[in-house]
Structure formats: structure tokens, C-alpha cells
Antibody
Framework: EVQLVESGGGLVQPGGSLRLSCAAS????????MSWVRQAPGKGLEWVAN????????YYVDSVKGRFTISRDNAKNSLYLQMNSLRAEDTAVYYC????????????WGQGTLVTVSS | DIQMTQSPSTLSASVGDRVTITCRAS??????LAWYQQKPGKAPKLLIY???SLESGVPSRFSGSGSGTEFTLTISSLQPDDFATYYC?????????FGPGTKVDIK
């Protein structure tokens, strides 16, 4: 069974940093692109970033470029999101998601971890 | 960036109704479009990928169509489990973008 379990969320002050983790199991992690998607409270979904199987390609939404870094450790079956210079508008539930085998749609999602940026 | 719009934003329907949601892209995305269902407090669930391909395990009452800039998600006979919010997403070019969502509620 495919499982994605996020962790690392919490309350952080504006300008602070946080590192999210996503532990993957039930599939060959190193064979799939992986993504982060976020959802602000009561709002819609926003794609944040994705990373290729070997980590050689990474893409970001403009609003997080230069502040967030996506990475992965295939030996540990883990995906990460390092978030620096956090802003109030980064407050959201952050989901880890796997890209479909056939294309870049997202076929499995974690339960999400809440990041709150507030003083 | 490619902008995605959805209509309607809210749809009130009854069990057994045929429901259609429209998604439009600001430029052509070929068939690189997915539909997701989300219930309150839960992660999204993939329903349709590549505009019209039904994800494994998804009931056949869900179908998708379209290409280019206009797409539709159809639920042929609405079931109680289908009351949720539906999002489209383009993955033709970065950054991938979602539509604002369509909430399907009980009439």
C-alpha cells in the first residue's frame, strides 16, 4: 500500500525556517517524481514544487523561489521541503504527493502537515 | 503562468443528478489536465488524468473530456459520497496550476 506521511509542520515566526519531511513507503520511491502542494486555510490548492527521480531537476512556483528548497533522499525514501524566510502567506497545510507513473498528475497524497507563520 | 478557471464555483444538486463542471485554461494545455476530488479535512484524490483517463479504482460515473483550453468533468449520476470540492489542474507547463475549485453541495 502506498503511504506518504508528512511531518515537521508547526508554528514559526515570520522570517523563520522550517523543514518538512515526507516518508514514503509501499512503492519504489526512486522511480517517481515527487511534489509539494499547499492549501491555505479555507482556500484552494497551490502547487509549490516538484523534483525528478534523481534530484537533477527541480521546479518551483514563483512565490517560493529563492526561499524554499525541495530535495530527496532515495536511500531513506524521503522527500523534504526546506522553507526559509517564511511569511504569513506561507501559512497552509502542506501535502506531499507522488506523480502518476504515466504523467505529472498526482496520484497519491499524504495527509498533510500544517505550517503556521505568525508572531 | 497558465491561469485556470472553473465554473460554476458552487453547484447544488440532488442524488441521481447528472453534474458537469467546466475548467478553462488561459492557453492551450493539450490534454495535460487532471481532476481531483477533495472532502473537508482530507487530502485531494485523483479522479481523472490526461483529460479523460479514469484513475484506477475511481467509479465509472466520473468522466472527463476536452483538450486545448476547455475541459469538463461529468458525474453521470451523483451519489451521496460525491458531495465535495472538485479541482482541475494543468501540468502542461511550469508552474503547474490548479483551478479555484467547484463545490458540489446538496440541493
Amino acid at each position: 500500500e502506498v503511504q506518504l506521511v508528512e511531518s515537521g509542520g508547526g508554528l514559526v515566526q515570520p522570517g523563520g525556517s522550517l523543514r518538512l519531511s515526507c516518508a514514503a513507503s509501499g512503492f519504489t520511491f526512486s522511480s517517481y517524481w515527487m511534489s509539494w502542494v499547499r492549501q491555505a486555510p479555507g482556500k484552494g490548492l497551490e502547487w509549490v514544487a516538484n523534483i525528478k527521480q534523481d534530484g537533477s531537476e527541480k521546479y518551483y512556483v514563483d512565490s517560493v523561489k529563492g526561499r524554499f528548497t525541495i530535495s530527496r533522499d532515495n536511500a531513506k525514501n524521503s522527500l523534504y521541503l526546506q522553507m526559509n524566510s517564511l511569511r504569513a502567506e506561507d501559512t497552509a497545510v502542506y501535502y506531499c504527493a507522488r506523480s502518476h507513473y504515466y504523467d505529472s498528475s498526482l496520484d497519491y497524497w499524504g495527509q498533510g502537515t500544517l505550517v503556521t507563520v505568525s508572531s | 503562468d497558465i491561469q485556470m478557471t472553473q465554473s460554476p464555483s458552487t453547484l447544488s444538486a440532488s442524488v441521481g443528478d447528472r453534474v458537469t463542471i467546466t475548467c478553462r485554461a488561459s492557453q492551450s494545455i493539450s490534454s495535460w489536465l487532471a481532476w481531483y476530488q477533495q472532502k473537508p479535512g482530507k487530502a485531494p484524490k485523483l479522479l481523472i488524468y490526461k483529460a479523460s483517463s479514469l484513475e484506477s479504482g475511481v467509479p465509472s460515473r466520473f468522466s472527463g473530456s476536452g483538450s486545448g483550453t476547455e475541459f469538463t468533468l461529468t458525474i453521470s449520476s451523483l451519489q451521496p459520497d460525491d458531495f465535495a470540492t472538485y479541482y482541475c489542474q494543468q501540468y502542461n507547463s511550469y508552474p503547474f496550476t490548479f483551478g479555484p475549485g467547484t463545490k458540489v453541495d446538496i440541493k
